[in-house]
């Protein structure tokens, strides 16, 4: 058999992203999922050029026949903290391959690149949140399954439940209304205090959101380090990134910040991007329901939060009332690949908590 004959058919090269930009803006574009969004070269800028973190890498899957680019796979950096200790980490991201050549082979060709790259960085860990379908791919490069990625939902006007069982538009709001009375009586944000603080927009990511992350650390497992830097590269300079809100939870005098969200109205709902606090408990539970009555003052339906916990921050959600959504078991799953089984053994001991906020 001779060398061509028996050479694979597709090959992985980095891309670099000063000339192949167009390329793997190209084929995230034609190949739109729930794992690679529709992307443009200003994004991958922010991604790689301006990320704090770092640079990252892109790798383009190529047929060999023609070396015609048919898939694109990405690590973006990440500074991840286990209970303070911080390290150098990255998500896999921007992954798509063209319909052609979507079979298992090319798939697990471009995802063990990805792999690799974690130990010749020496990254702490690379994590994925990825659809059920291709969970199978991640798992036989090395990822291992901490837990279902879930979307959380609280119902605040229950016009449109009316309108879909009924079949009645003109009228719903008003049938809607002794029910919706109901629901704000016993919902948590129309009784649940500050703590003695307020809860108040903010529009600068300041030193008191290091000073918060400086204190909350070590009661969080496995998640983003939210420092001030952080956060305004990833909210207030993102690109196209629409008209994000910050709301704090801060002492009476606002030179302490106690709890964060940055909310996002999207539609007749709000979703909740990020929201950190010193630890799941009172503060957590008190800024997610002023979450709650900050979006019920803007008269939408309905308040999400998508999240990958452990159990004390799940409990904390629910106790909002907040609940997965019907289709929960279509969830994607959060996967992590630990080039040093202790790292794993660690995050499985620790915990671990992701957010919109962590998953870009």
């Excluded at 383009?60 to 990405?74: D, F, I, N, Q, Y």
Aim: glycine share 8%.
């Amino acid at each position: 058999m001779s060398p061509a004959a028996s050479a694979p058919p597709y090959l992985v090269a980095a891309a670099d992203l000063a000339g192949d930009r167009e390329v793997v803006c190209g084929i995230i574009n034609r190949n739109p999922s729930a794992a690679a969004v529709a992307v443009a070269a200003a994004r991958l800028a922010w991604l790689f050029d301006r990320n704090p973190a770092g640079p990252g890498r892109t790798w383009l899957l190529k047929a060999r026949e023609g070396l015609t680019p048919v898939g694109t796979g990405s690590v973006v950096l990440r500074r991840m903290s286990i209970r303070g200790s911080i390290g150098l980490a990255g998500r896999a991201s921007l992954l798509a391959v063209d319909p052609a050549h979507r079979t298992l082979g090319p798939a697990l060709l471009l995802e063990r690149q990805l792999a690799a790259f974690a130990g010749e960085a020496r990254l702490s860990a690379v994590f994925a949140v990825a659809p059920p379908a291709t969970v199978p791919v991640f798992e036989r490069c090395g990822y291992v399954r901490l837990g279902d990625y879930l979307r959380y939902a609280k119902p605040i006007d229950l016009t449109p439940h009316v309108t879909r069982l009924t079949g009645v538009r003109a009228g719903a709001r008003v049938i809607a209304a002794p029910a919706n009375a109901a629901l704000r009586l016993v919902s948590r944000d129309s009784w649940a205090g500050t703590g003695g603080g307020v809860i108040a927009p903010v529009t600068a990511f300041d030193a008191r959101f290091d000073e918060l992350w400086n204190r909350a650390a070590a009661n969080w497992g496995f998640t983003t380090a939210r420092t001030s830097s952080f956060l305004a590269w990833r909210f207030a300079d993102a690109p196209s990134a629409g008209d994000y809100t910050t709301l704090a939870l801060m002492s009476r005098d606002e030179r302490e910040v106690r709890a964060y969200a940055v909310v996002l109205i999207q539609g007749d709902h709000v979703h909740v991007h990020d929201l950190f606090a010193p630890s799941p408990g009172p503060d957590f539970e008190r800024m997610l329901a002023g979450v709650v009555r900050w979006a019920r003052a803007a008269r939408v339906n309905s308040v999400s939060l998508s999240i990958s916990a452990d159990a004390a921050a799940d409990a904390s959600v629910r106790r909002v009332g907040f609940r997965p959504r019907a289709d929960a078991e279509k969830a994607s799953s959060l996967l992590v690949l630990c080039p040093d089984p202790l790292v794993l053994e660690r995050i499985r001991r620790e915990g671990w908590y992701i957010l919109p906020a962590d998953n870009v």
